[in-house]
C-alpha cells in the first residue's frame, strides 16, 4: 500500500499568506495526486488533481506541484473563506490513501 | 447538475446491520466507478471501497474487507454499501463519491452512523 504522511496537520495563517501543504508518498508513484478542501458538514471538494491540475471553476491562488515523492499544495494567498482542512489522496494504486488532513486556522 | 446524495444512517447497536444508500444525478451513473469513504469523530478521511461502473470489480480497504459489501442499481442509479457486524470504531460520517479519471469530482454530505449499545 502507498502511504501519503501529510505534513503539518495543522496550521495558522493569516489573509493574504502564502501557505504550503506537503504529501510525502512512501515510494515512487505516479502523478495521480490529488487535493481536496473540506468544511465541517460539508461534502469534500477537489481542488488539484493529477498533481497540479486545477479543477474548473476552482481560484487560482491554489496549486500542486512535485519533486520526487514529495508533493505539495499551496495557496498563494490565504482568502478567509480557505479556512478548512485540507487532504491529499493517491490513486496511483489500490488501496486509496489520503493523507491525515491538515486544519488550516486563520490567525 | 451532478449530484449524489447518502441516506440510511442512524443509530445501531454493535453486532448489528445497515445498509446505506447512495442516490446519483445528473450524470451518467452507469458508466461511472462509484465509491464509499468514512469520516470517524475528530479522524481523517478513509477510502472503503470502490465498485466499477458495471457493477463487476469490487475493492475493499482491509479495514472493512468481510464485512462490508458494496452494490449497485444502475438501472435505479443507486449506489449502496451493506455494512455487518458493526463496531464501536465504524461509528463515522459516510461519504458517497464519483471517480472521474483518477479523482473524486463529485462527493455527498455524507450519511452519519453511530453504533451505540
Known amino acids: 500500500d502507498i502511504q501519503m504522511t501529510q505534513s503539518p496537520s495543522s496550521l495558522s495563517a493569516s489573509v493574504g499568506d502564502r501557505v504550503t501543504i506537503t504529501c510525502q508518498a512512501s515510494q515512487d508513484m505516479s502523478n495521480f495526486l490529488n487535493w481536496y478542501q473540506h468544511k465541517p458538514g460539508k461534502a469534500p471538494t477537489l481542488l488539484i488533481y493529477?498533481?497540479?491540475k486545477l479543477k474548473e471553476g476552482v481560484p487560482s491562488r491554489f496549486s500542486g506541484s512535485r519533486s520526487g515523492t514529495d508533493f505539495t499544495f499551496t495557496i498563494s494567498s490565504l482568502q478567509p473563506e480557505d479556512i478548512a482542512t485540507y487532504y491529499c489522496q493517491q490513486y496511483d494504486d489500490l488501496p486509496i490513501t489520503f493523507g491525515q488532513g491538515t486544519r488550516l486556522e486563520m490567525k | 447538475q451532478v449530484q449524489v446524495v447518502e441516506s440510511g444512517g442512524g443509530v445501531v447497536q454493535p453486532g448489528k446491520s445497515l445498509r446505506l444508500s447512495c442516490a446519483a444525478s445528473?450524470?451518467?451513473?452507469?458508466?461511472?466507478?462509484m465509491h464509499w469513504v468514512r469520516q470517524a469523530p475528530g479522524e481523517g478521511l478513509e477510502w472503503l471501497a470502490v465498485i466499477s461502473f458495471d457493477g463487476r470489480t469490487e475493492y475493499y480497504a482491509d479495514s472493512v474487507k468481510g464485512r462490508f459489501t458494496i452494490s449497485r442499481d444502475n438501472s435505479k442509479e443507486m449506489l449502496y454499501i451493506q455494512v455487518n457486524s458493526l463496531r464501536t470504531e465504524d461509528t463515522a460520517t459516510y461519504f458517497c463519491?464519483?471517480?472521474?479519471?483518477?479523482?473524486?469530482?463529485?462527493w455527498g454530505q455524507g450519511t452519519p452512523v453511530t453504533v451505540s449499545s
Open positions: 445528473g450524470f451518467s451513473f452507469s458508466t461511472s466507478n
Open positions: 463519491a464519483r471517480e472521474s479519471g483518477r479523482h473524486f469530482d463529485s
Open positions: 493529477d498533481t497540479s
